[in-house]
């Protein structure tokens, strides 16, 4: 029996999906699958300039799955580069990461994915809030973490 997948924490889904080279007719074109947890860790690796530990931590994921990940998109971008082919991010065994909030005024509480504003309480529709961890704390303004 094989083991279970474990889906790996994405904070956002790529506007962009697909990258291809000019001057390759359609007809001609192959295309590499970057997973969007692959084109995540790049994200997190490349982008953000985040080490190993941190980005791994923001996946939810160990250290050496992270630079499995990383190593795997990094080699498909590659080959994608130097032989002249498409690059497509979908797919995967990702989860979106989620934020909570309270409402300051009434104690409400919810939940929404990474990368959604909140203006108000959905419930109250007060503007004093602020986003919590899971044990209920207060995050400071500024902190980084990926899931509550």
């Avoid at 409400?108 to 919590?132: K, L, M, N, Q």
Wanted: hydrophobic letters at 35%.
């Amino acid at each position: 029996m094989s083991r279970p997948v474990k889906y790996r924490c994405v904070e956002a889904l790529p506007e962009i999906t697909l990258f291809r080279p000019i001057g390759i007719p359609d007809r001609n074109l192959q295309e590499v699958i970057l997973s969007i947890e692959e084109a995540e860790a790049i994200r997190l690796k490349d982008l953000e300039g985040l080490d190993q530990e941190q980005g791994a931590h923001r996946m939810h994921v160990s250290r050496a799955t992270f630079q499995r990940i990383l190593d795997s998109a990094r080699r498909k971008m590659a080959e994608a580069l130097i032989q002249g082919k498409a690059i497509r991010m979908e797919g995967g065994n990702f989860e979106m990461a989620i934020r909570r909030f309270r409402c300051t005024e009434k104690g409400h509480e919810w939940e929404v994915p990474f990368g959604v504003a909140e203006d108000y309480c959905p419930t109250c529709y007060s503007t004093d809030f602020h986003r919590i961890d899971g044990g209920g704390n207060a995050v400071k303004k500024g902190a980084s973490r990926a899931r509550s």
